[in-house]
């Protein structure tokens, strides 16, 4: 006669081995299209970027009397929070291609949802920066006098994309965002890792606020802290089309494209520095 195997009543045990379950149930348990799924990142970005841009706008717009840097910083961290919790329940809330194209590198993310990810990700960020100006028109008016400035005396389009320093070289460029990326997948990677000393889900979303805001506060000064392509290609193609003109792509000995690319870059580096250090190493620690 088999025996019954003993019934774990501590709630705490039982959560756990929950979780640790989780990625077996996960396949059968989606239920949700990639249309919707794309709905969902579209409108989480929308979010990040509406707020982000907002109050990068507020600040620049008023000349610093209604904000602060502090406040920017805050502010993005802020609209990280919200933009997270409005899609993390339905597609995961990667709101960044540079999270997408990580976590599919890492076997994480299915290659065939990435496009539509992407995409809606990028469509995001540009329907937000719209909404973002069409609000505050009047004042953008009546701080450049209707003259749409990349730089000059009254430069604006700093507002919706990142623009680097003037002392700032490409290469030099290229490694502020490549590092800030992977600081910040590296940071993701072990606030989800159920593994090593995650919290609880609804917790997630402020921490990684929080991981932005600190971002911001250390490794912002160089270019703005982009680390996330469709944050600052969606809103450079806005003010493209929206009266900046091209000098938004020429600018910077034409910055443009490196908070693309070495956001994705950087955040392959971050996933890998992760799973490399801490991820594999406490699993083979483990079976030791």
Partial sequence: MARRRPVCKNPALMADAAVRAMPEQMPTLTTYTLA????????????????????????????????????????????????????????????N????????????FPWRKLPAFVGAQFAGAFVASAVTFFSYREAFTAFDGGVRQVTGPHPTAGIFATYPQAYLSIFGGFVDQFVGTALLLLLICALVDANNFAPPARYTPPLIGLAVVLIGQTFGFNAGYAINP????????????????????????????VPVVAPCLGGIAGVMIYDLLIA?????GEAA
């Fill in 97 to 108: 291609p540079a999270v997408s194209v990580a976590m599919a590198v890492r076997g994480a």
């Fill in 36 to 95: 919707r799924e794309a709905a969902a990142e579209f409108l989480g970005t929308f979010v990040l970027l509406v707020f982000g841009t907002g109050v990068v706008a507020q600040t620049v717009l008023s000349g610093n009397t209604a904000g602060s840097i502090l406040e920017i910083h805050i502010g993005w961290g802020l609209a990280v929070i919200m933009g997270v919790y409005v899609a993390g329940g339905v597609s995961g809330a990667h709101l």
């Fill in 230 to 257: 469709a944050r600052d290609l969606g809103p450079r193609l806005f003010t493209f089309l929206a009266g900046w003109g091209a000098d938004v792509f020429r600018a910077g000995n034409h910055w443009w494209w």
């Fill in 280 to 284: 594999r190493r406490k699993g083979a």
